[in-house]
């Protein structure tokens, strides 16, 4: 990675890491998770978390007996998840004396030029001041990620993800994922799977590695990492996918090391 004292990073977690099978919320990944993340703001770096899981989280405080399949219903669940994650978010961070902002998107956001200059200059507001911003998409107003459309401009949180790191001219985004990487075959059939360290362009080959859906708890896949990565790399923002089982390595990401599969972006 292209050295620099401090970067911008953001960092996108799933919710297959921050719940555990039963849909319940993981706290010790969430706390892992946080301390690498206050740990990392007191470096110098700038940090900013895309979230997913309100949903499920929202499920498992309803005490509904399965995730909801009615539009409104999931938008119900998003609505009541959405205010437990950020209130342990704020809780948990205040432990390690940082202050946390919450920002949730819909494809109308980030698509008009004005609402994208005006939400560019909160997160530099922001940072500045030193708050980390928590970032999802708006599922109790847009149904984009939960429900398939044909105006769809965000539609999971990897995309989303993406397009944050471009609007904030992000420096590095980390993807956690429940894998570890990109393989050169599926790791799930395939045990003499490689993992591939670094992808300097999406090439045909690259892109045909793509596989589906990860856990039953999420909704992105390979596929939508990989146009996150495009996005990400076509913004001069390198992109890591690395397993979120093990937050310790985001401090080795961040130094550069090989560590998950990190897609290079050309710089000048």
């Not at 998003?78 to 205040?94: E, I, N, P, T, W």
């Not at 044909?150 to 949180?157: A, C, E, I, M």
């Amino acid at each position: 990675m292209w050295q620099k004292s401090c970067y911008r990073i953001v960092v996108k977690v799933g919710t297959s890491t921050l719940t555990h099978d039963t849909g319940a919320l993981n706290l010790q990944s969430m706390e892992h998770l946080i301390r690498a993340l206050a740990d990392l703001s007191g470096y110098g770096h700038e940090v900013i978390l895309v979230s997913s899981g309100a949903i499920a989280i929202g499920t498992a405080k309803l005490a509904l007996p399965e995730r909801p399949k009615e539009l409104r219903m999931k938008q119900a669940a998003a609505a009541v998840g959405q205010c437990r994650m950020m209130h342990l978010y704020d809780k948990l961070f205040s432990e390690y004396n940082r202050s946390v902002a919450q920002i949730l998107l819909t494809g109308e956001d980030v698509e008009d030029p004005e609402r994208a200059e005006h939400l560019s200059g909160t997160f530099e507001a922001l940072l500045k001041m030193g708050v980390i911003p928590v970032v999802n998409e708006n599922d109790s107003v847009s149904s984009a990620e939960i429900e398939t459309g044909r105006h769809k401009v965000l539609g999971d949180n990897d995309t989303l993800s993406a397009i944050v790191a471009k609007l904030c001219r992000a420096d590095l985004l980390i993807l956690l994922s429940d894998i570890d990487g990109l393989y050169d075959a599926d790791p799930h059939t395939n045990p003499g799977a490689k993992l591939i360290h670094r992808v300097e362009a999406l090439t045909p080959e690259i892109l045909d590695m793509a596989g589906g859906a990860g856990t039953w708890r999420g909704t992105g896949g390979m596929a939508t990492k990989l146009s996150a990565a495009e996005v990400a790399m076509g913004a001069g923002c390198d992109m890591v996918i690395t397993n979120g089982a093990r937050m310790e390595d985001l401090y080795d990401i961040v130094a550069g090391k090989d560590i998950g599969t990190r897609f290079c972006a050309k710089r000048s």
